[in-house]
C-alpha cells in the first residue's frame, strides 16, 4: 500500500491536537508520502468557536510550513492550507489567507454552518434530519465561492443516530448535484474510521464515512480524496488510513491522484 498524499492534517495550534508541523513531516516522509498538505482550522477575526487556531499564531504557523517545507525539498512536498468553515461575509478572510498570507489551498470543513435564514447550526447538535439538508445546501454554497480544494467529511452529519430517511436521501442528492455541476472533489475521511464502528438504526457503521453515501458518489463518477484528518502525528498513514484505501478501492470509487 502506498499512500503518496495527505490534505488533511491539523497541528496543536488548534487547541484539540498534538504535534507540530515538523513532527507530521517526519511521520509522512517515513511513510513515503510525497505531498503532505497542512490544513489545521483556520481562526475567524470576530467569532470564537473554540477549538480553532488563534488568529496570532497564523504568521508562525505558515513560517513553520515554509521552514519543514524547505527541510524536505526534493523528497516531499509540504503545502500550506487551512480548513475552515464556510460561512457567509467572510469572504475578505479566506481572500486574505489565500492572497496576503499565500496559504496554497483551503479545505471546506462544515462542523458550524448557516442555514437559509442564517441561523448557525452546530453538526455536533443536530436532532432533526431536517437539518442535514440545510448542512448539505451550506456545502454546496461553500464549494461554490471557488475558495475551497474540497469539502472534507461530507457526511460528517451521519455521525448521529437520527436513522435514513427521506431528508438523508435529499442531503446526499443536493451534495451529489452541488460535485457534479461544480466539479468539486469529496473527501473520504479516515478519521471518521477511527471513531469504530457502531450500532445505528440503519445498521452497523462508521458514524461516517457512510456506504449509502459513497455509493451516491460512485454512480455520479465524482472524485473522491482520502485524507487522514490527522490529530496526531502517528495518524497521518496509519492503519486506518490504509482501511480508508481499501474501502474505496472495494466500492470502486473513482481516486483522486498526484498530477
Ligand atoms: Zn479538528
Ligand atoms: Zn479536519
Known sequence: ?????????????????????KDYAAEAAKAGIKVLGMSDHGPFKDFFPGCRMDFEDVEDYRQECLAVREEYKGRMDLKIGFEYEYIRSRDALYEEMLTKYQFEYLVLGQHFFEDRSGNMLYVYQMDDTQEIIEYALSVNEGMKTGYFKFAAHPDLIFMHDLGWDIN?????????????KGGYMLEYNAN????????FKDGERYQYPHRKMFERIREAGIEVIINSDCHQPEQVADEEMVKAYKMCEEMGLKLYELK
Open 1 to 21: 500500500m502506498n499512500i503518496e498524499y495527505n490534505l488533511h492534517t491539523h497541528t496543536k495550534r488548534c487547541h484539540h491536537a498534538g504535534g507540530d508541523v
Open 192 to 199: 471518521g474510521l477511527r471513531r469504530g464502528i457502531g450500532q
Open 168 to 180: 438523508c436521501d435529499r442531503a446526499c442528492d443536493i451534495i451529489v448535484d452541488g460535485a457534479v
